[in-house]
């Protein structure tokens, strides 16, 4: 009878292990916004200000800012380099975004250049050890405090994620300068860059919620239905995220 009942036990454990592992299939075929490492259970949180490394960075729509710090030791693992000009010749990183980003970022510099709209990449992945230069090379410009006003403190920058570019006009001029703003080519982005899955991550007017001044040359890849619907709020990734639980 202790044999039946163990057998018994152990195959209701088998079968629903089972259907977990189908759960998790049909989810990923059918979530186009998802990384094929992510956990189907993953959530898109805005963590307490704790600095603590959030558990779902490899989701695409994943919140990382001031208070949502990456992993040190993160390093995305689908990193390719997209077909599309920059403003500097040699390959580098700063080229390379991740798969599905690079590909939705191909599709926007061609739309764009259909409707007479030229693009240059100017930044796009940075590793952490890259940033960390970076910032470090601000501190020592401007002081700590200062250069925490315009810069990522590592494990903090979107280019981290590879989901993130900075671009300017085909004339190369204003690459990451307030000049940007009010261009024909900031004009489109604004308008059609949520066609392609991207928002412009740092909007006018969001400064106290994103932590960052308006920077309508940063795009963030967050998959066309989130991008569509931050864009037409007019709100942030911080106020979606605070409002809807992905992957649910």
């Not at 960075?57 to 040190?72: A, C, D, F, G, R």
């Not at 928002?199 to 967050?222: A, C, F, M, N, S």
Request: glycine share 8%; proline share 4%; net charge negative.
């Amino acid at each position: 009878m202790f044999k039946i009942r163990f057998v018994f036990l152990f195959l209701v454990v088998f079968t629903l292990s089972l259907a977990g592992c189908t759960g998790k299939f049909h989810f990923f075929q059918n979530e186009g916004n998802l990384s094929q490492n992510s956990s189907p259970r993953a959530e898109v949180q805005q963590q307490n200000t704790n600095n603590q490394a959030i558990s779902s960075q490899e989701v695409i729509p994943v919140l990382v800012n001031k208070s949502n710090k990456l992993p040190e030791q993160f390093q995305p693992s689908d990193l390719i380099y997209p077909d599309i000009p920059f403003t500097f010749k040699q390959k580098s990183e700063k080229r390379q975004m991740r798969a599905d980003a690079g590909a939705a970022i191909e599709k926007l510099f061609a739309g764009a250049k259909q409707q007479g709209v030229n693009l240059l990449g100017v930044s796009a992945y940075r590793s952490h050890a890259t940033q960390a230069a970076l910032f470090n090379h601000y501190v020592n410009q401007d002081g700590y405090e200062a250069a925490r006003k315009y810069s990522a403190v590592p494990g903090t920058s979107e280019h981290e994620t590879g989901l993130a570019i900075d671009v300017t006009g085909g004339d190369g001029k204003c690459a990451a300068e307030d000049c940007f703003g009010g261009t024909d080519e900031a004009v489109w982005l604004e308008d059609h860059a949520a066609e392609y899955g991207f928002i412009i991550r740092y909007p006018k007017g969001k400064d106290d919620i994103t932590g960052y001044q308006y920077e309508p040359w940063h795009l963030r890849y967050v998959g066309k239905t989130i991008a569509k619907e931050i864009m037409e709020r007019g709100i942030t990734l911080e106020e979606y995220v605070d409002a809807t639980v992905v992957n649910k």
